[in-house]
């Protein structure tokens, strides 16, 4: 068995998670409990409310927080991964399950990252959709015909027939009517607060490169798959800078599984919440096997069938 990590982004946060694991293992509790952040983590993700939960400044610490310590009662048990990937936010809970960084730095990282996606567009009508079966060079022309009304930019490579684009509101829409004429199944708008992964995002990056700065980056046990790139870390890479373009960039995320796949991994840990990203995989790449851990209950079920996995 060769073991990979691949952890969930925005969109699957919900009120409730991780009361269970919290409750049942102590690493998971102090890995939680690890960051000091000026809201209260635990009340915010296992009470609510839901809407403040959904706010991308509170959403990225929560869910990141919830990543470190099931990242953390894994690793306990003795199951530690190949190599990692996340989704948008995911990545850098991949990037502390490598040792990039502690748990504190992690949560803390994404909780000013938060805040600078918020800020990089406010007042400025924005909208993302998942364009379905429709191949990505159509749909990059598609938003090339748009860019008079605006930004039109494709934000995410998520799997065979599922792509999203971002943008300006205005722009985003008529995506959408053109990709219809173009022959994609449906448009699907999402339920976000900002044009995630595209160049309106600008501020955010530089934003994050100065705060990049004052952060001390480790060097990684394992590799990590990243976004922008779809692949690991090459010569004359740097992680700061690959995070500063990954909040304003495509991410590859059909790519990175496509590279997984290739370096022979078979078994995926999705670290939840939610399921989004097994069903990615299993429609990029039939033969890998996908866990998804959300629940004490599955935790403790994957803990069973992973101990011993290569690493």
Same mark, same amino acid.
Request: charged content about 20%; glycine content about 10%; proline content about 4%.
């Given at each position: 068995?060769?073991?990979?990590?691949?952890?969930?982004?925005?969109?699957?946060?919900?009120?409730?998670?991780?009361?269970?694991?919290?409750?049942?293992?102590?690493?998971?509790?102090?890995?939680?409990?690890?960051?000091?952040?000026?809201?209260?983590?635990?009340?915010?993700?296992?009470?609510?409310?839901?809407?403040?939960?959904?706010?991308?400044?509170?959403?990225?610490?929560?869910?990141?927080?919830?990543?470190?310590?099931?990242?953390?009662?894994?690793?306990?048990?003795?199951?530690?991964p190949a190599v990692?990937?996340?989704?948008?936010?995911?990545?850098?809970?991949?990037?502390?399950?490598?040792?990039?960084?502690?748990?504190?730095?992690?949560?803390?990282?994404?909780?000013?990252?938060?805040?600078? !996606? @918020?800020?990089? $567009?406010?007042?400025?009508?924005? =909208?993302? /959709?998942?364009?379905?079966?429709?191949?990505?060079? %159509? *749909?990059?022309?598609?938003?090339?015909?748009?860019?008079?009304?605006?930004?039109?930019?494709?934000?995410?490579?998520?799997?065979?027939?599922?792509?999203?684009?971002?943008?300006?509101?205005?722009?985003?829409?008529?995506?959408?009517?053109?990709?219809?004429?173009?022959?994609a199944a449906r448009?699907?708008?999402?339920?976000?607060?900002?044009?995630?992964?595209?160049?309106?995002?600008?501020?955010?990056?530089?934003?994050?490169?100065?705060?990049?700065?004052?952060?001390?980056?480790?060097? !990684? @046990?394992?590799? $990590?798959?990243?976004?922008?790139? =779809?692949? /690991?870390?090459?010569?004359?890479?740097?992680?700061? %800078? *690959?995070?500063?373009?990954?909040?304003?960039?495509?991410?590859?995320?059909?790519?990175?599984?496509?590279?997984?796949?290739?370096?022979?991994?078979?078994?995926?840990?999705?670290?939840?919440?939610?399921?989004?990203?097994?069903?990615?995989?299993?429609?990029?790449?039939?033969?890998?096997?996908?866990?998804?851990?959300?629940?004490?209950?599955?935790?403790?079920?994957?803990?069973?069938?992973?101990?011993?996995?290569?690493?």
């Open positions: 068995m060769k073991l990979a990590f691949l952890y969930a982004g925005q969109g699957t946060q919900h009120v409730g998670m991780g009361a269970d694991l919290y409750e049942k293992y102590p690493a998971f509790r102090g890995a939680f409990d690890a960051a000091g952040l000026d809201f209260d983590l635990k009340k915010l993700c296992f009470e609510g409310p839901e809407d403040q939960l959904n706010q991308t400044q509170y959403t990225q610490p929560c869910m990141v927080a919830f990543a470190a310590g099931v990242t953390a009662v894994l690793n306990e048990q003795g199951v530690r990692a990937a996340g989704l948008s936010l995911g990545e850098y809970s991949a990037l502390h399950a490598a040792g990039v960084f502690d748990a504190r730095t992690a949560v803390e990282l994404v909780a000013f990252r938060g805040k600078a !996606m @918020a800020q990089a $567009v406010q007042n400025r009508p924005c =909208g993302m /959709a998942a364009v379905l079966r429709l191949d990505r060079t %159509a *749909l990059q022309e598609c938003c090339t015909a748009a860019s008079f009304l605006g930004v039109a930019e494709i934000a995410n490579y998520n799997c065979p027939g599922q792509i999203v684009v971002g943008g300006d509101a205005a722009a985003v829409d008529r995506v959408c009517e053109l990709a219809k004429g173009a022959g448009c699907v708008p999402l339920k976000v607060s900002g044009p995630f992964h595209t160049s309106l995002m600008a501020p955010a990056g530089d934003a994050l490169r100065e705060k990049f700065q004052t952060v001390a980056f480790g060097p !990684m @046990a394992f590799p $990590v798959l990243f976004n922008c790139t =779809g692949a /690991a870390l090459q010569a004359g890479e740097t992680i700061p %800078a *690959l995070l500063e373009r990954q909040v304003q960039s495509s991410v590859y995320l059909e790519d990175s599984i496509r590279a997984m796949a290739e370096a022979g991994v078979d078994t995926i840990v999705e670290i939840g919440p939610g399921k989004a990203l097994s069903a990615f995989v299993k429609k990029t790449a039939k033969g890998i096997r996908t866990i998804p851990v959300e629940t004490a209950e599955e935790l403790a079920a994957a803990v069973a069938a992973l101990k011993g996995a290569e690493q």
